[in-house]
């Protein structure tokens, strides 16, 4: 294998198989140098693999391999789409930690919908009633004003002792009252804001120049 990149690709194998204890696929092998070869040209590739040849890890070793290759010449994340958070999810805590712990050596960050982020100035303005979405008075008759900020006041304790990093996926408590306090496009003020540098949001966004492989 003349080919850095692919290069790359065999030491990545060996170094998982060597701290796995397992013996990867000839299939999963060739399954990410056909991505890797893509990724490289720039052009499309469909590629279709029977359950259990690891393809999870194939696309994200050859994304991984390619990332280094266009360093120089492109110096941007590859992007990862999933169709499904549970998906998503397994890629960040599950494969690419087992990837790090291998030896593997690499940058990932996961970017979500921007309602999967906590808005501190939301929660701040519910917490002291000037928020801009006020509940109106149907809304003020079928809820527990109470149990509402209680929840708000969870969020943004959890946030403040840096016991959550404001995305919702993370959060262990109550989810019920989460859209008082979501991120929007509509109450959203960009850097006017008074929280913009602690904002869960945009901190996942300028993170996303950052890293070798995102998420999403």
Request: charged share 25%.
């Amino acid at each position: 294998v003349s080919d850095p990149g692919r290069q790359l690709i065999q030491e990545y194998y060996e170094k998982l198989e060597k701290h796995s204890g397992l013996s990867t696929r000839a299939s999963q092998r060739d399954l990410s140098f056909e991505i890797y070869d893509s990724i490289k040209a720039g052009s499309p590739a469909v590629c279709e693999a029977p359950t259990g040849t690891g393809k999870t890890i194939a696309y994200l070793i050859a994304a991984i391999a390619a990332s280094y290759e266009k360093a120089e010449e492109e110096p941007r994340p590859i992007v990862v789409a999933t169709a499904t958070v549970a998906l998503q999810d397994q890629i960040l805590n599950g494969d690419l930690p087992k990837l790090i712990a291998a030896g593997i050596p690499l940058t990932f960050a996961g970017i979500k919908g921007r309602g999967r982020y906590f808005c501190i100035n939301s929660a701040e303005n519910m917490l002291t009633k000037k928020a801009d979405r006020q509940l109106d008075f149907f809304e003020q008759s079928d809820l527990n004003m109470v149990e509402i900020q209680d929840d708000v006041q969870n969020y943004l304790n959890a946030f403040d002792n840096e016991n959550w990093s404001g995305e919702l996926d993370t959060y262990t408590g109550s989810t019920k009252n989460w859209k008082y306090v979501a991120a929007s496009p509509d109450t959203c003020i960009q850097n006017k804001c008074d929280y913009y540098e602690d904002c869960p949001f945009m901190k996942s966004r300028k993170r996303m120049n950052t890293v070798q492989i995102l998420v999403t």
